[in-house]
């Protein structure tokens, strides 16, 4: 699994350990192998999700900037 964004990190984090507190409280390893995946597959999609919508604020920012560029040239 990849973390694309910093910010998803501490996200991470919070729900490997949670899958492990669970696993220290059932003592299964059925369950930590259900709990590790589900926080991993949750865990990925998050860090997905905030890292595409990342990418598509930084390209809208980039791009109003360079027609706010291209209208001020028109203007002068």
């Known amino acids: 699994m990849t973390i694309s964004s910093p910010s ?3 996200l991470v ?3 490997f350990s ?3 507190l ?3 409280s059932t003592n299964s390893s059925v369950t930590f192998f259900v709990t590790s995946s589900v926080t991993s597959s949750i865990a990925s999609s998050v860090a ?3 890292a595409s919508s990342v990418a598509s604020s930084a390209a809208s920012s980039i791009a109003s900037s360079v027609a706010s560029c ?3 040239s028109a203007a002068i």
């Open 8 to 10: 998803a990190l501490p």
């Open 13 to 15: 984090i919070i729900t």
């Open 18 to 20: 949670l899958s492990s």
């Open 22 to 24: 669970v696993v220290f």
């Open 48 to 50: 997905s999700s905030v």
């Open 70 to 72: 291209l209208i001020h």
